[in-house]
C-alpha cells in the first residue's frame, strides 16, 4: 500500500512537458526561445549591455564604463546561477540521499529563521523516508527554493561579483595596508 502510493506521487510529482534549458524548471512555462519568461529576460538584459559595451568600444576608443561592466557581470552572474539551479534540481529522475533533503532544508531554515535547524539530520531522513517520498519531498521544496532564487537572483548575483571583485584586488588592498603599516611605525 505504502508502495503504490510513493510510486503514486512519485509519477504526479514528475510530470513535467517541456523545462527551460537554462535553469530546467518545470514550473514555469517554456516562453521563448526553449527558455522561461525569468531566464529568457536574463539573456535579454546580458544581450543588450553586450552590444552598449561594443558600441561604447567602438565609438570612443576609451574603456568601458565601470556601471556598464559591472551591469554585464551581474547578467552574466544572474546566468551561471540560472544555470546552476539547473544543475541542482534538474533531474527528478534520480534517487536522492537524506544528505540533499538535510541541505533543502538547512536552506529553507536558514533563509526563513536564520539558522540552521536541520544539520546532522541527513542520517534520519534516510531512514524515515524512502527515495520515492525523498524525492517528492525534494521536488516540492525545490519549488521554494526555485521561487526564493528567482526573487533574489540580482541581488546575490550582484553580491557574489562584488565579492569576487574584493577577491581579486584584496592582494592590492592587503599589500597597501601592509605600506600604510610600515608608515605608522616609522612615525
Known sequence: MLEERGRLARDL???SSTVCDWCASPFCPVYCAKLCRHCYRIKC???????????????????VPFELRFAYRVAVMMEDMAKGESLLF???????????????????????IH?????????????LFSPDQRQALIYLLSHTIRDHMRRHRRQMATSRVITKGLASVSPWVDEVRSGEQCLHDHS
Do not use: P
Open 13 to 15: 510529482v514528475i510530470r
Open 45 to 63: 538584459d546580458q544581450r543588450g549591455l553586450s552590444t552598449k559595451i561594443k558600441q561604447t568600444k567602438a565609438t570612443n576608443w576609451r574603456s
Open 90 to 112: 534538474g533531474e527528478t529522475d534520480s534517487v536522492h540521499s537524506g544528505m540533499t533533503l538535510e541541505k533543502l532544508m538547512n536552506y529553507i531554515s536558514s533563509k526563513l
Open 115 to 127: 539558522r540552521n535547524l536541520y544539520s546532522k539530520y541527513a542520517s534520519l531522513f534516510s531512514d
